[in-house]
């Protein structure tokens, strides 16, 4: 029988010290890495952003636990595409799955959960949503509120219009402003697509490469720059492969 999200909450929590109160604020990618880092204490936890709050952030958590995953051969897809959107049953089948993980793997021995991560902040957020709209919404918010702020001040028409404008203007800017911030990060997304398709791309050739017993250096070094914005860089070039979703 697969686990509540409360316990598996209770869980979480207590074995890596945090306190999360959402499912969704697995999103970010920094807890699954430190679960893993329970059962194996290797894991490079100097390259898990914790308090991740940026898509790209999410992104690059994942790139960790994926690398991992390979490594320890853990035959386990990651939908990470699904998973950094922050969705709660998207989250909640992938943390089951990994409790289930744990459960099979943790040797019981001793976690200090805050030492591994070097005593990080870990203030992730509920979900994503907020990161991105709120620059709309509380831009916004503030400016009619102000607007409404003004209204009873001085009692005189000719003394409020000059006020009124000033807060007009400045809601225009913040329009533009958001307009701008949407555009940079479809442009950021859609440079994160054509990442994840060359990665796609090299590692699917290297396989059939490595089938056949050859290699390709130029490949190679191809996907030696894709991972190499993984050393301690918060930017966000790094690829990510679409994996399917497992189902049980």
């Known amino acids: 029988m697969a686990a509540s999200r409360t316990d598996l909450l ?11 109160t959402k499912i969704e604020q697995c999103g970010s990618g920094a807890a699954y890495c430190q679960i893993l880092d329970s059962v194996y204490g290797d894991l490079p936890m100097a390259r898990v952003k914790m308090n ?10 994942f790139k960790v636990l994926q690398n991992a995953f390979k490594a320890k051969k853990i035959d386990k897809p990651i939908p990470i595409e699904k998973l950094v959107k922050c969705k709660m049953q998207d989250n909640l089948e992938f943390l089951q799955w990994m409790k289930r993980f744990w459960d099979s793997n943790f040797g019981g021995q001793g976690y200090d959960a805050v030492g591994r991560r070097r005593g990080a902040p870990t203030d992730t957020p509920a979900t994503m949503a907020p990161v991105v709209s709120s620059r709309t919404a509380a831009g916004l918010g503030v400016g009619s509120g102000r607007a409404g702020g003004k209204t009873p001040i001085g009692g005189h028409r000719a003394g409020s219009a000059q006020p009124n404008e000033a807060i007009q203007n400045l809601q225009a800017q913040l329009r533009e402003m ?3 911030m ?21 590692q699917q050739q290297i396989e059939v490469l490595e089938s056949d017993g050859k290699d390709d ?8 720059i894709l991972y190499s914005t993984e050393d301690g860089f918060e930017v966000p070039e790094a690829g990510v492969p679409v994996d399917e979703e497992e189902t049980f």
């Open 217 to 224: 250096e130029t490949l190679r070094e191809i996907q030696k």
């Open 178 to 180: 958001s307009t701008h």
């Open 52 to 61: 991740a709050k940026h898509e790209y952030e999410f992104i690059a958590n």
């Open 10 to 20: 209770a869980w979480l929590n207590e074995l890596l010290q945090l306190n999360y």
């Open 182 to 202: 949407e555009g940079l990060e479809k442009e950021r997304d859609f440079y994160f697509a054509k990442l994840r398709d060359i990665e796609i791309l090299v």
